[in-house]
């Protein structure tokens, strides 16, 4: 701490000197010397007169020292009699309190001159170490922040004892950084008026409040434009807040008529979210809401009737690590339209896989690769099985005609390739996929799905074409034998 006597005109006198022009280290080396003396006779203590007779000094002089130095937590006194005793003070002196302050202080006399300053404020405004600023007059400093005419007129208007700001914001051209500065009138303990001025750097802090400002207000958009509803709740089912999509989803015209219910009645079975809220972790569900029960029991009146069906996150919200927790939110979405298109696909499916496993022609999914020279099977049914004498595990995921070498003749080819580029279904003759005399015979009906993967539909002709090879064969024995029986038949005379 940089101070001087905080007395101006009470001070002890120095000979030939007024007390004003005495110059500030006199008055600090009669502090020093007062204080070492009574270290140097601790614990026992001195009174005024002994402390004068010891340093030579004038008793009223010493006297008005030691007020200043109690008054600064830099001694005790304790009375004994009429007697006072002075000792070192057993706690932390106001002076090194004074310069442990984060804030940048100064403490001005009824003239605006520099009574104290602590080494923040020589920090802060970039005062040299050995300037020495005690005594002189804050505004000829010319000290940055100090400059601006309306810090100046407002320390004016306290000295003036006029109406003033006791707070005010100053923001540094050079540096951009915010200065929050205070003001506080102060009078010593003879009653003399001084000003006392605070300085602190909120640049951080008015930046954190900017940005949560911007984060709130981010959070509100959020909250009021998203299309999902957003439900605010206690764990009793008190709803505290909704943004606008949860009434439009819920088909409310206003807030008061979701108050009038609660979070549970908004689910078909109230034991899901109650689960939820013991449960106190985030979590995704859905819930059902009929809309019809809501209008019956729970007498809130929604536009919308029937059953929906929302999907949920749930989450409690945490105030902090060492709060309770009370309030949770939903936020949740109308997904009706899509529950219904999946049950719908689900039938459908279970339709399909019905009749693809069960019919009794085989049927085949090939996914055409290397622009329709190879295919891989993709699905097969238990027909298909039983007609290729193959399990459908065996298959799955192979190549055609790595599987089946004898099968890749040019007609197989050719047709695959057509059916693959023009989408137009064909036919295939007859044919084994293994060159050997039990391999059956089949017959296919091959088109293109809208995947971009071939179907095939198989049906086994084998008895058929060995029918007709039979056939074939009985009427060449016969046109065979036809022949011979001519031949042996005798000229005609």
Sequence with gaps: MISRDPLPGTGPEEPGRSRELAPMNEYQD???????????????????????????????SVSKYLDVLQSTGDVSMRQFG??????????????ELFD??????????????????????????????????????????NLRIFSDPAIKRNVER?????????????????????????????????????IMISLRDITAWKNAEAALKNSEKKIRTIFETVPSGIIFFTADGIVLNANRASLDILGLRNFQELMNGNIFSISCYKGKILELIQQGEVAETEIVCDFDRLRRDQQ?????????????????????????????????????????????????ETRYRSFFENTCNGVLIYEPIEDGREYIFK?????????????????????????????????VRDALIR????????FLPPLQYRRRRDSPWIWHYIFKLPSGEIASFMIDVSDAVWEDAETSLQACEMCRKDSLADRDEPAGD
């Design 30 to 60: 009669k502090f020093g010397k007062i204080i070492d003396l009574l270290k140097e006779r601790s614990p026992q203590g001195l009174s005024i007169s002994a402390i004068a007779r010891e340093l030579d000094m004038n008793r009223a």
């Design 82 to 95: 009429r007697a006072k005793i002075y000792t070192p003070a057993h706690r932390v002196p106001l002076s």
């Design 100 to 141: 442990q302050l984060s804030n940048a202080i100064v403490v001005l006399d009824a003239d605006l001159r520099i009574l104290m300053v602590n080494t923040s404020f020589i920090r802060t405004l970039g005062v040299h170490r050995e300037r020495n600023i005690v005594g002189a007059s804050l505004f000829d400093l």
């Design 158 to 194: 306290i000295q003036q004892s006029s109406t003033y700001l006791t707070e005010m914001q100053h923001i540094e051209d050079s540096t951009n950084h915010i200065y929050l500065l205070e003001f506080t009138p102060t009078v010593s303990h003879v009653g003399k008026p001084g």
């Design 300 to 348: 809130i009146q929604s536009t919308r009737s029937g059953i929906a069906y929302f999907d949920v996150v749930f989450t409690p919200i945490v105030l902090d690590s060492r709060s309770t927790l009370n309030e949770y939110a939903i936020l949740f979405r109308d997904v009706t339209t899509e529950w219904m298109t999946r049950k719908e696909l689900a039938f459908k």
């Design 379 to 411: 699905d097969i049914n238990r027909a298909t099985e039983k007609i290729l004498r193959m399990k459908k595990r065996d298959l799955i995921g192979r190549k055609l005609f790595e599987v089946f070498p004898d099968l890749p003749n040019p007609d």
């Design 419 to 426: 059916v693959l580029r023009t989408e137009k279904p064909e």
